[in-house]
């Protein structure tokens, strides 16, 4: 298995293609909106949960609007989105919980965000270090899974243990870029279905590279 050095090296040559694209691509203007386009983001692209989102939230913007609110008042806004049943029932649960337990502050914590309906250790990672710059772990997606193992940074699918991985060869301060760096990877040149290694910044150092 590869290294920290290694990583460094990966991160650095990362950067400099992918350096403009250090953010989540979800479309929020407060805390509370990144967590709920988070939640609605499992199972679905991005894309399409910033069209869901746009009706959403010109309609219901704040952690009160929505914890007054019934699940089934959310379907006509998120219907085209996988699983909507159960991620409207979990949103709407913790906005109350929210309202109730939490003053409507976020929990700045993985520890405090996973005992909320529907967020589990990604979408935790994902809202504390977008909406507040906090690295306490790092959010492993699909393009994530598929990064690391052509890079030799990982020799399985499942994402805590390639969290767990990553986190010891990698920078504390790096953790939140890798994501965003092996998510705008996976989705150019280092997609699940096809490797365009003639065109990856990562070529002449990957071992999984056709262009080496």
């Known amino acids: 298995m590869k290294g920290r050095k290694y990583m460094n090296e990966v991160l650095a040559l990362l950067r400099k293609r992918y350096g403009k694209r250090l953010r989540t691509s979800l479309d929020h203007s407060n805390e509370w909106q990144l967590l709920v386009a988070t939640m609605l983001s499992a199972q679905a ?17 704040d952690i ?38 939490f003053k409507l502050k976020i929990p700045r914590t993985i520890a405090g965000l996973t005992t909320l309906p529907g967020v589990g250790r990604k979408t935790a990672n994902v809202v504390i270090s977008n909406a507040f710059g906090i690295n306490e772990g790092i959010a492993i997606d699909t393009h994530c899974i598929t990064v690391a193992n052509r890079l030799g940074v990982a ?14 060869i ?6 939140g870029d890798l994501t965003h760096l092996f998510i705008a990877l996976g989705r150019d040149t280092c997609t699940a279905r096809k490797k365009y290694c003639e065109s990856c910044i990562l070529r002449h150092i990957c071992p999984s590279s056709d262009a080496r």
Not at 46 to 58: G, H, I, P
């Open 170 to 175: 990698t920078d504390k301060k790096d953790w």
């Open 45 to 61: 692209q991005d894309r399409q949960v910033n069209k869901v989102t746009k009706r959403l939230f010109s309609k219901y913007n």
């Open 155 to 168: 020799n399985t699918k499942d994402p805590k243990k390639i969290e767990q991985g990553l986190m010891k």
């Open 64 to 101: 009160e609007d929505f914890a007054s609110l019934k699940p089934q008042q959310l379907y006509p806004y998120i219907g085209s989105i996988g699983l909507y049943r159960g991620k409207a029932r979990n949103i709407v649960n913790t906005a109350k919980i929210l309202k109730r337990d």
